[in-house]
């Protein structure tokens, strides 16, 4: 099972691009879906989570400009994101809880990163 993102790209404030990410492989459920991103000398923060449902929760600092939602058809989570501004520039992750059989319990897994660059 892999998780891969896509949809990086360098963009000016104020624009927009969407990231997608797609599990592929041997996939009983998806529970919780989460984008994550990583800037420069900065930890891994999460930037917005799903569940299976659709419940949705963000970091502030996104709140009212990115929109995270999924398609459980296709598994795969997207990241709706306007109104970019220079500090929004990092490599952003997804993770997923996957679970392959009903034999074992769900795990959590990376994909590869997507670079975002927001010019000023």
């Known amino acids: 099972v892999q998780l891969q993102a896509s949809g990086g790209g360098l963009v000016q404030t104020g624009g927009s691009l969407r990231l997608s990410c797609a599990a592929s492989g041997t996939i009983l459920n998806i529970n919780d879906m989460d984008w994550y991103r990583e800037a420069p000398g900065k930890q891994r923060e999460l930037v917005a989570g799903i569940t299976a449902t659709g419940s949705t929760n963000y970091a502030d600092s996104v709140k009212g400009r990115f929109t995270i939602s999924r398609d459980n058809g296709k598994n795969t989570v997207f990241l709706e994101m306007n109104s970019l501004k220079p500090e929004d520039t990092a490599v952003y992750y997804c993770?997923?809880?996957?679970?392959?059989?009903?034999?074992?319990?769900?795990?959590?897994?990376w994909g590869q990163g997507t670079l975002v660059t927001v010019s000023s």
């Open positions: 993770k997923a809880e996957i679970r392959t059989s009903y034999l074992y319990a769900p795990y959590w897994l």
